[in-house]
């Protein structure tokens, strides 16, 4: 179904406290924001990037390596598929922590891989800003609650930033036009009979913002109570409230997971969920009024939205809801959304039930993903173990960072980070496997070929080989990506890694130069060919190293999307390139001072 923005039952607006917009901004940095819109990753030419150098040609070119893409054609562009897909927005009521990271890596990775691959591509990320929790953190630092979380947001975009995420658009639910989303998904649910008045009382956490039914908790020897399921105090709390028809959804809700097996993801959290909406539903609260930092309700500003029905919003917001013609409605539904696996009950159950409820399509995928432990251990102040992701990318890069988070640990299960563990995978996988071997292949081509990409020659069974091999990555990527599989994507270029590698090794190119210079020229224009695609591959998730490899072979802007993968986008010889440069360099252990 398409989504129309059409005016709902009601007439709505919606008052918020008032914030400005926030569109991520462009980086003037070309090798840091590879891959950003419009599918083209990176520097260059009419995109206000620096062109690559001219090539020398040397005659005409073999058809394997030939060029053919025409890339000054006037022909209509065709309409790019879209692809939209979010993260979780994160509660600012504290610092960043390694979880926060995690998610917005691995979301980034999914845009960019998509722009690569030809789609026009939202992808919002933000924080989400209401609630007592907040109200409360703001009162301890005396303050207000908008000034509080206008310190406490920015540090949680300055973290995407740091590590450097494309992201499409940062969403503040304090802004005015989520306010006005979030009222008139509420009206459109109203209207449909499933808001109304009643007395709720329940155990009430405060962390959790939600009510715990009895069974749901634990009694201490201090006659204190805490969820059994997240372990936070909770107090018994009586209120009237509105409260959503949830109970009335429990059938739809079953019927759209097996009718739609994929709308949750890994499995293991569709049949988590599946299991709970088959015990039975109750119906749900959805206002209060024990505070007042909160998304009003249309019509009885003594009520504010429960967090969930406003968080949730941020959602369609981000698409341009309720204005019909915003340009963004186009990424409705949404193709993705990604959150921790302790947050998809209101991302699978409560979600779409407010979206049946308001007659708005459904998302097309939920996806939960592990948690990222320390040395096994679940992360805790208390233990001294929560890591701060800006200190990471201070001490071991961007990028690596990015890479260890991205290939250590299955998306969708849990995985465990050490100083140890991310140090091997630097070492290991970046500066040994492919630092090595483009620092190896280029100094030969600066030392032995002009500094300019080799004529190739005739090439041999070796060389073609191993090009198969290359060029059967994208479509093996594309399968991958499909599962959200990110860690096998990597694993997948990491083993032609290591073929060329042992290319590379086999056919002694440094032997040749004296008896073979030809078939030298032959294995270094293939073991160069073989680095194009690997920077072209590994632009969704090491961006600024990836951007610096394709600089270092001069590989135009417009030649950096999958669809430039094989012949069609080869090395020019005679194309000259810059000088030799690490690309990963070794991680060194600081030496300590003897005393």
Known sequence: ????????????????????????????????????????????????????????????????????????????????????????????????????????????????????????????????????????????????????????????????????????????????????????????????????????????????????????????????????????????????????????YQDRLLQLYADQPDFIGPDTRRNEVASFVRSGLKDLSVSRTNFDWGVPVPGHPSHVMYVWVDALTNYLTVTGFPDGSDPRKKFWPMDLHIIGKDIVRFHAVYWPAFLMSAGLPLPKRVFGHGFLLSKGEKMSKSLGNVLDPFELADTYGVDPVRYFVLREVPFGGDGSYSHEAIIGRINADLANDLGNLAQRSLSMVAKNCDGAVPDPGSLDEADRALLAQVDALPERARTLMGDLALHSILAEIWAVVAEANRYFAAQEPWRLRKSDPARMNAVLYTTLEALRVFGILTQPFVPGAAAKLLDLLAVPADRRSLAAVGEGGRLVPGTALAAPAPIFPRFERPETPSA
């Not at 598929?81 to 504290?94: D, E, H, Q, R």
């Not at 509420?186 to 008045?197: C, F, Q, S, T, V």
């Open 1 to 248: 179904a398409s989504l129309v923005f059409a005016p709902g039952p009601c007439p709505r607006r919606h008052r918020r406290a008032g914030t400005m917009t926030h569109v991520r901004r462009r980086s003037t940095t070309a090798a840091s924001r590879t891959g950003r819109r419009r599918g083209s990753a990176g520097l260059a030419g009419r995109d206000g990037c620096v062109p690559a150098p001219v090539a020398r040609q040397r005659g005409q070119l073999p058809a394997l390596i030939r060029n053919t893409t025409d890339v000054t054609s006037n022909a209509p562009a065709p309409l790019k598929k879209t692809f939209g897909l979010s993260t979780a927005i994160s509660y600012p009521n504290g610092a960043p922590h390694i979880g926060h990271a995690y998610e917005v890596i691995a979301a980034d990775a999914i845009a960019r891989f998509h722009r690569l691959d030809g789609y026009d591509v939202l992808f919002s990320t933000g924080t989400d800003e209401h609630g007592l929790k907040i109200q409360q953190a703001a009162t301890r630092a005396g303050t207000t609650p908008r000034a509080y979380v206008d310190g406490t947001a920015a540090r949680f975009q300055a973290m995407a930033d740091r590590l450097d995420c494309a992201y499409d658009r940062f969403i503040r639910t304090t802004e005015p036009g989520h306010s006005a989303a979030a009222q008139e998904i509420w009206r459109r649910m109203e209207a449909n009979g499933d808001i109304y008045l009643d007395k709720y009382a329940g155990w009430y956490s405060v962390r959790d913002e939600a009510y715990y039914d009895e069974a749901e908790t634990r009694l201490l020897e201090d006659g204190s109570r805490r969820s059994l399921a997240t372990d936070t105090p909770v107090v018994w709390m009586e209120e009237e409230n509105f409260l959503f028809r949830l109970s009335a």
